[in-house]
């Protein structure tokens, strides 16, 4: 007998990389009260990133796609996929709505674009906006966990770069290597010094050109840009409703937990399961691979 969860949850994946769940295969609107959307500057240079692509000619086989919208006088990191896929989900919504006026419920939501769809993954439910030398990340947390989003302030950048004179070439700009070591990992960046931003994507920064690409050495995971577009659009800041303020270290060893035992951190927190024979338990799962982006 299949075993009944009591959070309409989906086993995790044994892939270490993938381990991260997403949303259950259903776009959330609000995104867990996010509030209303206020324009706070209009970006001069919207950079999109591939987050771990199998080929950065499909997206469909990318974790996310970031975009990285730098204005005169803050910067945003959000997920363009969720951005896009809010947005389809909305028209989807309104044209049944006018075709069942009288209907009780509403359809199932399209999944967003990328690999995993079912899959949380907090690096894509994260969104950073930076300002002056201060970066604040609102954590969008997965079913179960909602009571704990929040945000957490941070000095940017942090990262203490060393250049190299190694060169190479992305969406054609000369990019130059550089090298950190930043929250437990090695990581290296290729910059464009002909693009005079001190920007990257997530909260890598600090260089002397807008970074283009970003891996830590052991390859867990790369952001590489794959569009630049030069254009004045607004940037929007959410009000975030009900976000708590916390530190990192909360939110690294909360992400470590649902990633590697999600089932089991839902079991600590009260969630309940059907076992075979009918009895409701304490939820329990496997000891997932899980390799976090910033490891202290």
Request: hydrophobic share 35%; aromatic share 12%; charged share 25%.
């Amino acid at each position: 007998m299949k075993q009944i969860i009591l959070f309409l949850v989906l086993l995790l994946s044994l892939q270490p990389m993938y381990s991260q769940r997403k949303e259950a295969g259903i776009i959330i609107l609000d995104r867990y009260h996010l509030g209303k959307a206020t324009v706070v500057d209009s970006s001069d240079v919207r950079v999109y990133y591939a987050l771990n692509a199998d080929s950065l000619d499909n997206k469909d086989t990318y974790v996310d796609m970031r975009v990285l919208e730098v204005g005169q006088r803050i910067t945003k990191c959000s997920s363009e996929f969720i951005r896009e896929g809010e947005a389809h989900q909305k028209e989807v919504l309104k044209t049944w709505k006018n075709l069942h006026p009288n209907a009780d419920g509403l359809p199932r939501a399209h999944p967003i674009h990328g690999i995993r769809q079912d899959y949380w993954n907090e690096i894509q439910y994260t969104d950073i906006y930076i300002e002056g030398q201060t970066a604040t990340e609102y954590h969008v947390m997965p079913h179960g966990f909602q009571g704990e989003c929040g945000y957490v302030v941070s000095q940017y950048p942090s990262q203490k770069w060393e250049l190299s004179t190694e060169t190479t070439t992305i969406l054609g700009h000369k990019c130059q290597r550089a090298t950190c070591h930043w929250h437990g990992r090695d990581f290296i960046a290729w910059f464009a010094p002909d693009i005079p931003i001190r920007r990257g994507p997530w909260l890598f920064g600090g260089l002397p050109g807008l970074i283009l690409k970003v891996y830590d050495k052991d390859r867990f995971y790369t952001f590489e840009a794959v569009g630049i577009e030069r254009s004045k659009q607004p940037i929007v800041r959410y009000a975030y409703d009900g976000y708590r303020k916390a530190n990192r270290e909360r939110y690294l060893r909360l992400n470590r937990e649902l990633n590697a035992e999600y089932m089991n951190t839902m079991g600590r927190m009260g969630g309940k399961m059907q076992n075979a024979a009918g009895e409701w338990v304490s939820a329990t799962g496997p000891v997932i691979p899980y390799e976090p982006l910033e490891k202290e």
